[in-house]
């Protein structure tokens, strides 16, 4: 199986500032297909996780475009512009180059300092 | 709009057993590939079972193999997980989540199973 690994596990961050958060498969996501399945997840306190950004880059419907996703190969990030009280919660990072299974990283929690 | 909604979780003891549903709807449920992921208490996320849109190829997480048995219902929009032999390391809040394009776009809202004596 792919293992995922993100970093920081938690990241306390000030509202209207920008926050990073890494991800790092143990293989090269790249599939056979030329395209790259590494997708991030947002769940926020008692809710379900809601994706967020998919082949790398891609935001999903009514995602805010102060979210993006970037990276080849084997490392990525996720990266909003100014974070929001919204934005508060965990952030998964996912492949689904390699099924079954499709692995998430262990999560990182983001909070407001 | 999509919609999944989950239920049947509860408390059961070990050795026992469950039977999960995911009521689908705002979409052709017939077209696509679904999934149960689940969640144990403070813990990340983990996947399942897989089944394809005509339930062609199923798929178990080696934690589950043998004890859980994932199905559908295309024509009632709905999707199952039949739980059997429940462990205390089943306990978690268990979603089902659409598949598309390698990834999980839509998810319900999650129903808890808790396996305790």
Known sequence: DIVMTQTPLSSPVTLGQPASISCRSSQSLVHSDGNTYLSWLQQRPGQPPRLLIYKISNRFSGVPDRFSGSGAGTDFTLKISRVEAEDVGVYYCMQGTQFPPYTFGQGTKLEIK | ?117
């Open chain 2, 1 to 117: 709009e999509v919609h999944l909604v989950e239920s049947g979780g509860g408390l059961v003891q070990p050795g026992g057993s469950l039977r999960l549903s995911c009521a689908a709807s705002g979409f052709t449920f017939s077209s696509y590939s679904m999934n149960w992921v689940r969640q144990a208490p403070g813990k990340g996320l983990e996947w399942v079972s897989y089944i394809s849109s005509s339930s062609s190829t199923i798929y178990y997480a080696d934690s589950v193999k043998g004890r859980f048995t994932i199905s559908r219902d295309n024509a009632k929009s709905s999707l199952y997980l039949q739980m059997n032999t429940l462990r205390a390391e089943d306990t978690a809040v268990y979603y089902c989540a659409r598949g598309s394009a390698r990834t999980y776009d839509y998810w319900g809202q999650g129903t808890l199973v808790t396996v305790s004596s």
